[in-house]
């Protein structure tokens, strides 16, 4: 199974910007799927952007303000967040969907937007 760490999380001003990484023990040229959900405090966790077979989709409210991307030569899948306001903040988590075999997750990363 494939290990997962998020990094790049933080405190930010509201209108401001993060890059998050997620970092994987091996390979992922062969990993179609993979994106992030987030979890807000007392929320449950929401499925934020997921990138398959080249395309990636976003939840409407992120759409135009955040962009995942995946660098198979890194091994790291991105998510650039840009204009975060308040009700970003959560813990976001990374996802991998190796072949033939259960989805993977990191242990997630905090990031806050203050107002």
């Known amino acids: 199974q494939v290990q997962l760490v998020e990094s790049g999380g933080g405190l930010v001003q509201f209108g401001g910007s993060l890059r998050l990484s997620c970092a994987a023990s091996q390979s992922i040229v062969s990993i179609d799927n993979m994106g992030w959900y987030r979890q807000a405090p007392g929320k449950q966790r929401e499925w934020v952007a997921t990138t398959i077979g080249g395309s990636t989709t976003y939840k409407d409210s992120v759409k135009g303000r955040f962009t995942c991307s995946k660098d198979n030569a890194k091994n790291t899948l991105y998510l650039q967040m840009n204009s975060l306001k308040p009700e970003d903040t959560a813990v976001y988590y990374c996802?991998?969907?190796?072949?033939?075999?259960?989805?993977?997750w990191g242990q997630g990363t905090q990031v806050t937007v203050s107002s």
């Open positions: 996802f991998a969907d190796p072949p033939r075999t259960f989805r993977s």
